[in-house]
């Protein structure tokens, strides 16, 4: 379903392609909004006059098995321009006569396509050349074109890598032009939205920010709302747009579970508190969280009996406030999204993920979201917008259980001391380093075997600290980060050096899938 009618937008149809969400990003990069459906849930009816232009994703599904996706073929029929994308390119032939089979050559990775003729859609794409690099991924190809279709390009083993029918405004693409190893992709999404769609430019986080802000005053008028606080990227520009929006009906619990980097209290305390002035409860509940996780070893119950007692703690400090009618969550737009899997499998569950976002049922609030239609890189921009400091906006995510799913096996205070001093070195030295912004995540954990060392003529016995530092675009795959040799050194010689209780320093290497980015 279309969420939002009032502002105009390039809609994106999801066939269930890994990179659906990357389309929405670069079309709202060229600034211009967009929105995500499942094509289970979206029909001719339901594209109103706010829909300027439709992009089919790609997909992991075959155009010929017609009775493994369902999708309203009327909608080609709207008079709105299309372009198809890989999967949505094949189906878009088909749905005009074409036909799509499987090629004795699949193209998986980085192509050759070669121009054919000039069309609207590859305007500066091609630049003085002929030809342009693109990224493919496919096992089948559309191998008759559709009447009233041409060629505009071809790679060596898809004859119709671009097509077009000018005069329909359909136009299809058998490569990833969203990826970044396609050259000048962004080319091909920018002609589409406005040289085809002729859509206006009207996405901005800075113009959103004053939309979200009388958004907020006007659904909350003169109510009381409450807001977890977890001192992450979302909760805190939640906290600072409600902040900016109703002030001093806003109040904020910052529930201290122990389990936090080393400092982290202090600094959402000075910041939140002292210096944005806002209504802060500071609950420390260090003391209940380690007694409740006594001699727990099981990753899934670790995860339960902290998101349970998080919503208990949370529950009981916000019944003390009186009238409360709203309860806000940083909810982002990737959590919105409907269609996770198209082929309708239920994923395998591999964590029960614990976000401060997910409470509380009993309470009867009424959910307010305002970040629901964006980004984690625009929440992020959106937070300096709102002049939240650098080192907030920019912060690595941190889960919802902490430090706890960092030290495999029990907790004891003394394990997690000893963790928050080996994390704060190895996320100083990354800031000292310059590498910081260009990890996506990194920490240490603290991994529940004990090693001999030799120190100072001496025998030791001490802890295994494991370093991990990850790229990722979202979090859903992840690959480890390539540090050279010299930092690696120096970061285990500070670790081991300064820290009595760890003795040996590992790197992770591995990638995500198969490991998953924390370690339970
Ligand atoms: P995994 O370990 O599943 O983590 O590869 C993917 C991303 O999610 C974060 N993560 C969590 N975030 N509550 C959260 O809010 C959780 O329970 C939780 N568990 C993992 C993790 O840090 C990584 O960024």
Known sequence: MILDKNINKILII????????????????????SEIVSHKKINLKQIDYSVKGIILSGGPLNVYEINKYSFDSKIIKKGVPILGICFGHQILSKLNGGKVKQSKHREFGLAYIYKKKESLLTKNFFKKKKFANVWMSHADQVSRLPKNFNVVASSQNSKFAIIENNLRNFYGVQFHPEVTHSENGKIILKNFIFLICKIKKNWSVKNQKIKLIKDVQDKVGDNKVICALSGGVDSSVVAQLLNKAIGKKLYCIFVNTGLLRKNEEKQVISTFKKKLKMNLIYVNAEKEFIKKLKDVSDPEKKRKIIGNLFIKIFERYARKISNVKFLAQGTLYPDLIESK???????????????????????????????????????????LELNLNKEIV?????????????????????????????DFYFIKSLKDYGLYDKIWQAYAALLPVKTVGVMGDNRTYEY??????????????????????????????????????????????????????ELE
């Open 14 to 33: 999801d066939f269930g392609s890994q990179f659906t969400q990357l389309i929405a990003r670069r079309v709202r990069e060229l600034g211009v909004f």
């Open 341 to 383: 899997s198209v082929t309708g499998s239920n994923t395998s569950k591999i964590k029960s993920h614990h976000n401060v976002g997910g409470l509380p049922k009993k309470m009867r609030l009424k959910l307010l979201e305002p970040l629901k239609f964006l980004f984690k890189d625009e929440v992020r921009k959106l937070g």
């Open 394 to 422: 920019q912060r690595h995510p941190f889960p919802g259980p902490g430090l706890a799913i960092r030290i495999p096996g029990t907790i004891t205070k003394e394990k997690i001391k000893i963790l928050k001093e080996a």
């Open 464 to 517: 295994l600290c494991l370093l991990r530092a990850i790229t990722s675009e979202d979090g859903m795959t992840a690959d480890f980060y390539d540090f050279k040799k010299s930092f690696i050194q120096m970061i285990s010689n500070k670790i081991v050096n300064s820290i009595r209780g760890i003795n040996r320093v590992v790197y992770d290497v591995t990638s995500k899938p198969p490991s998953t980015i």
